[in-house]
């Protein structure tokens, strides 16, 4: 039943508009940082919208039969890691803070479905090592540029945990290739 629901052609139109029009919300909502970036820095900052931008391209190539597996390996570690990262990161500003906007349940809710969709796609990407091994590049190279050059998004009641977050960031950075290769690669070898 889940698997006919994932790939019919109506299911997948509407996860592509949905993932759209989150891509294009994701990046305005990083305008204010991004205009202060240093333009070398530019694609590592948009974390979340960049991972639902990989999503989206996945979505429009599947629709029409095709396969990306680079793009694939980018969308299902990004698509976890950012997401796992934005819950986590709302749910301890509520913890710290005592309160959480309704935008940050708003983030918590949308941010599960960006990690949750990545997984529950992963059967029909054609991933091969090569492609985890570019998306581990990315998603430990973007640790560097948050963490070592400054460039994680603004939350301020969290910037006195910044060591501690790069921790956490660093090991589900791992978490996310590591479920990557075993939903895709290795499962895919034992079949």
Not at 49 to 73: G, M, N, Q, R, W
Request: one cysteine or more; hydrophobic letters at 55%; aromatic letters at 18%.
């Amino acid at each position: 039943m889940i698997r006919y629901i994932l790939l019919d052609k109506r299911f997948l139109l509407c996860l592509f508009i949905i993932n759209l029009f989150g891509t294009i919300y994701g990046y305005m909502w990083y305008w204010g940082q991004l205009a202060i970036t240093p333009d070398i820095f530019l694609p590592f900052v948009p974390d979340s919208p960049t991972a639902s931008l990989f999503f989206t391209i996945f979505l429009l190539f599947f629709i029409f039969d095709k396969h990306v597996p680079y793009i694939e390996a980018l969308a299902v570690t990004t698509l976890f890691k950012y997401g796992i990262w934005a819950v986590v990161m709302n749910l301890l500003t509520l913890i710290i803070e005592g309160s959480l906007s309704w935008q940050g349940y708003m983030l918590m809710a949308s941010h599960a479905g960006m990690a949750i969709q990545g997984l529950l796609y992963a059967p029909f990407y054609k991933i091969k090592l090569r492609h985890i091994a570019i998306a581990a590049i990315w998603v430990l190279h973007d640790v560097v540029i948050d963490y070592v050059f400054g460039m994680m998004p603004n939350y301020s009641v969290l910037s006195n945990f910044m060591g501690e977050i790069g921790y956490f960031t660093f090991w589900l950075s791992i978490l996310s290739i590591l479920i990557a290769h075993f939903l895709t690669v290795r499962n895919k070898a034992q079949n």
